[in-house]
């Protein structure tokens, strides 16, 4: 649909990547079931109390966010790859949405890393095409 509008030559502005919600969906889940980043560094500023323990003041803590893009609280059946499953809500803003970690520390480069991502899939699917060789290879065992 975005390049329908534009010559071939034309490069996808900003507001084609904004439109791309369902390329958008498809990075956020492969990102979540892939989990680049496994966790997060943290030091406690004040004593934390957590499910009746006590982290101490001064801790270094390893929020381990591979764990919570599994979670099926926050994602139904979490092993299923369901792009869909970005669409239905507005879980970007949700507070365990932690793909680029969270708080005052969160990825400052989310969206320009999501429209690097956007933008090759935007050329890999419409400027290229995927071809069967038609030579019968020698079979080989390697
Ligand atoms: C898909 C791509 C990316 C992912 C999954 C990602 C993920 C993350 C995560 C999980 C953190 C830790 C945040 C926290 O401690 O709460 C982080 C921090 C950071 N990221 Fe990214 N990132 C991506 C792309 C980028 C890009 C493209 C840039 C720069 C252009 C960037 C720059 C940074 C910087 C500077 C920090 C440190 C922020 C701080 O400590 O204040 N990231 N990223």
């Known amino acids: 649909d975005i390049r329908k509008g534009k010559s071939p030559e034309e490069a996808i502005s900003y507001e084609d990547f904004k439109s791309m919600a369902f390329t958008r ?3 956020l889940e492969t990102l979540r079931l892939s989990t680049v980043v496994n966790g997060l560094l943290r030091k406690t500023t004040q004593d934390v109390e957590m499910n009746g323990y006590v982290i ?9 966010t591979r764990e919570i893009n599994y979670d099926p609280f926050m994602y139904p059946d979490p092993m299923t790859f369901n792009p869909w499953r970005w669409l239905e809500k507005n879980m970007e803003s949700h507070p365990h949405f932690m793909l680029f970690g969270g708080g005052g520390r969160m ?8 429209a690097e991502i956007a933008t090759f899939l935007h050329y890999f699917v419409t400027q290229y095409r ?13």
């Open 25 to 27: 969906a498809v990075i």
């Open 107 to 114: 990825c400052p480069g989310k969206e320009v890393g999501t």
């Open 130 to 142: 995927s071809v069967q060789p038609l030579i019968n290879r020698p079979q080989s065992n390697y």
């Open 56 to 64: 101490p003041k001064g801790w270094r803590i390893y929020v381990y």
